[in-house]
C-alpha cells in the first residue's frame, strides 16, 4: 500500500477524514465528550494522588520511515516512541491526541490501516485516542503526525540528571542496529519495567537515581542520567546481533533502541538484590554498564570506556536535531 496514492485525502475533506480516521480508531477513540467531536476531550480522573505526565514526539515521512515501511508499523512507531517517554518516568500511558500535517495526496487507504496501527498499539496499552487535528501542508508528499500523550502514576517520578559518583548505570536491553534490524518500528516500550524501578524506590535498599529511554543513541543519552560533574565510565555495552555482526560504534550512536538507561545506588549486597529481583520478575537479564564517577574539570567528555582497564574518553555523540 502507498502512502501517496489515487484514494487521496483531498478527495473527502477534513470533516469526514475525521469520521474515518476515528471508525479506523475503534475502540480506542471514545464518543464525546470523552473524545473527539467538541472543543476539547473531558479526561475524567479517578485519583487526585497521581503524578500526571504529558510529552509529545512526531512522526515524519522520509526522516523517521519511509516507502518501505507499512503503514501499520509507521502508526505503531508514532504512539510506541511516546510510550517510551512515559516509561521513563515511571509511568504509564492514559490518553493521546494526534495533530497531522499533510499533503492532499495522502491515501486515505494508507491512513486508516495506520490508524490500526496506533489502535493496535493503544489497546495493547490501554490508551485512548481523545481528539486530534488534521491540516494541509500546502505541498506534494509531505506527511508529519505529532502526538501528545498523557501519562500516570501513584509513584515518585524518574528523573533525569540525577546520577552521582558512586551509582552504578543499567540498560534494560541490547543495543545497536536499530534501523537495519527494524527494531526501530517493532521494540516494546518498557511501560513495566519503568513502572518497576518507581515501585521499587518506595521499599527497598537500592534507589534508583536516575532514569532516560534512548533515543538518541548510548553515547547522547548518557549525559541525560548524569548530574554535573560527574561522568560515565562504561566497561560493558549490552551489543545487539544482526547478520553475525555486533558493533560498539553502532550501540552507542545509532539510538532509536528504546531500552530505559537509569542509575542505581546502594551497597552491594542491595545492587545485588534488586538485579536479582528485576531478572526474576521479568523473566530476562539486567545489564550493569559500569558507573558513574567525578567527572575532572580538564576533562569534556561525560563518556568513558573501560574495556581494557585502560579508560578512554569517547568523543563521538549520537543524533541531536538540528546539529
Not at 509511568?91 to 496506533?118: K, M, T
Not at 560498539?248 to 537509569?262: K, N, R
Request: aromatic fraction near 10%; charge should be negative; hydrophobic fraction near 35%.
Amino acid at each position: 500500500m502507498n502512502i501517496f496514492d489515487s484514494d487521496c485525502v483531498s478527495s473527502l475533506g477534513e470533516k469526514l477524514l475525521i469520521a474515518r480516521m476515528c471508525k479506523a480508531f475503534g475502540s480506542v477513540c471514545p464518543q464525546t465528550p470523552y473524545g473527539s467531536g467538541d472543543d476539547c476531550a473531558l479526561i475524567e480522573r479517578n485519583s487526585l494522588q497521581k503524578h500526571l505526565y504529558t510529552t509529545v514526539d512526531s512522526l515524519i515521512y522520509g526522516k523517521h520511515f519511509d516507502s518501505s515501511t507499512s503503514a501499520l508499523l509507521a502508526g505503531e512507531k508514532l504512539l510506541k516512541r511516546n510510550i517510551s517517554d512515559i516509561a521513563s518516568m515511571g509511568a504509564h500511558p492514559v490518553n493521546a491526541v494526534i495533530a497531522a500535517v499533510i499533503s492532499g495526496d495522502v491515501s486515505v487507504s494508507w491512513l486508516e490501516e495506520f490508524a490500526v496501527g496506533v489502535k493496535n498499539v493503544a489497546e495493547k496499552f490501554n490508551t485512548k485516542i481523545i481528539g486530534g487535528d488534521f491540516a494541509d501542508s500546502g505541498v506534494e508528499k509531505f506527511f508529519s503526525m505529532s502526538l501528545t500523550l498523557l501519562g500516570e502514576s501513584e509513584y515518585q517520578p524518574l528523573l533525569r540528571n540525577k546520577a552521582i559518583e558512586g551509582d552504578c548505570i543499567y540498560c534494560t536491553g541490547k543495543l545497536g542496529f536499530s534501523f537495519e534490524s527494524n527494531r526501530h518500528l517493532t521494540f516494546t516500550p518498557r511501560v513495566a519495567e519503568g513502572e518497576f524501578l518507581a515501585k521499587y524506590n518506595t521499599k527497598n535498599m537500592a534507589r534508583i537515581t536516575s532514569c532516560t529511554d534512548i533515543s538518541d543513541g548510548l553515547a547522547c543519552d548518557i549525559d541525560n542520567i548524569l548530574s554535573p560533574s560527574t561522568k560515565a565510565v562504561l566497561d560493558f555495552i549490552p551489543l545487539f546481533e544482526y547478520n553475525g555482526i555486533t558493533s560498539v560504534e553502532h550501540a552507542l550512536c545509532d539510538g532509536e533502541d528504546y531500552e530505559l538507561l537509569f542509575s542505581a545506588s546502594g551497597n552491594a549486597q542491595a545492587l545485588s538484590d534488586f538485579e536479582q529481583t528485576y531478572e526474576d520478575v521479568f523473566g530476562c537479564k539486567l545489564y550493569r554498564l559500569g558507573n558513574v564517577q567525578k567527572k575532572e574539570p580538564s576533562s569534556e567528555s561525560s563518556l568513558w570506556l573501560n574495556f581494557d582497564g585502560k579508560p578512554t574518553p569517547f568523543s563521538a555523540s549520537g543524533f541531536e536535531h538540528f546539529a
